[in-house]
C-alpha cells in the first residue's frame, strides 16, 4: 500500500528565504506525482505535476523535482514570500490506478 | 468560470440524521471525486467517478453513497451520520483519471 510522507509538518521561515519542503513516498512505481496548495478554510490548488518520466516542474519561483528510485520529491520555492504561507501537499498516483494518496503536509509560515 | 462549486459550505447534523453534498464542475470534465480532511490524517479518498456513469470505492466508503447524476454532477449522501463523520468533505474533478485535479471550497460537516 502507498504510503505519502511530508516532512516537517511546519516550517517558519522569514520573507525572502530559499526553502525546501520534502516528501517521500514508498512504492516507486508512480504514474505522476502532484504538489497543492491549502490556504486554511479553503479548497486545494494544484501547483505543479510532474510525470513518472520526467525529473522536474518549474512554474515561477517554484520547482519540484522527482527521483523516483529514492521515493522522493522536493518543492523548492525561492525568494519566500509572505504570501507563500499556506499547506503544501503532495499526492502519488500509481501507476495502474486511479486514485491520488495524499501526504499529510507541511504547514508553511513566512514572516514579514 | 465557477470550476468545483459546493453547496452546502457548512452543516450540523444530529446522529441518525440523513443529507447529501451536492457538487457541479463547469469545465467539461469526466472524473470527479469525494475527499475527507481530518486532521493528522490528510485527504482521503471516499469515492470516485471515473467517467459518467461509473462509480468506484476509495479508501474509505462506508457509510457514504454516491451518484454521477449527469457529467457536471456528483453527489455524496450520508444515510445515517455518525459523529466519526464530522469532517471537511471535499468535491474534485479532472479532465481525465490521472490528470491534474481541480477542488471546491470544500463543505464542513458537523454530527452531534
Known amino acids: 500500500k502507498q504510503e505519502v510522507t511530508q516532512i516537517p509538518a511546519a516550517l517558519s521561515v522569514p520573507e525572502g528565504e530559499n526553502l525546501v519542503l520534502n516528501c517521500s513516498f514508498t512504492?516507486?512505481?508512480?504514474?505522476?506525482l502532484q504538489w497543492f496548495r491549502q490556504d486554511p478554510g479553503k479548497g486545494l490548488t494544484s501547483l505543479l505535476l510532474?510525470?513518472?518520466?520526467?525529473r522536474e516542474q518549474t512554474s515561477g519561483r517554484l520547482n519540484a523535482s522527482l527521483d523516483k528510485s529514492s521515493g522522493r520529491s522536493t518543492l523548492y520555492i525561492a525568494a519566500s514570500q509572505p504570501g507563500d504561507s499556506a499547506t503544501y501537499l503532495c499526492?502519488?498516483?500509481?501507476?495502474?490506478?486511479?486514485?491520488?494518496?495524499f501526504g499529510t503536509g507541511t504547514r508553511l509560515l513566512v514572516s514579514p | 468560470n465557477a470550476g468545483v462549486t459546493q453547496t452546502p459550505k457548512f452543516q450540523v447534523l444530529k446522529t441518525g440524521q440523513s443529507m447529501t453534498l451536492q457538487c457541479a464542475q463547469d469545465m467539461n470534465h469526466n472524473s470527479m471525486y469525494w475527499y475527507r480532511q481530518d486532521p493528522g490524517m490528510g485527504l482521503r479518498l471516499i469515492y470516485y467517478s471515473a467517467s459518467e456513469g461509473t462509480t468506484d470505492k476509495g479508501e474509505v466508503p462506508n457509510g457514504y453513497n454516491v451518484s454521477r447524476l449527469n457529467k457536471r454532477e456528483f453527489s455524496l449522501r450520508l444515510e445515517s451520520a455518525a459523529p466519526s463523520q464530522t469532517s471537511v468533505y471535499f468535491c474534485?474533478?479532472?479532465?481525465?483519471?490521472?490528470?491534474?485535479?481541480?477542488f471546491g471550497p470544500g463543505t464542513r460537516l458537523l454530527v452531534l
Open positions: 512504492d516507486s512505481a508512480i504514474y505522476n
Open positions: 474534485a474533478s479532472s479532465r481525465q483519471t490521472q490528470e491534474t485535479q481541480y
Open positions: 499526492a502519488v498516483v500509481n501507476t495502474g490506478f486511479q486514485k491520488l494518496v
Open positions: 510532474i510525470q513518472s518520466s520526467q
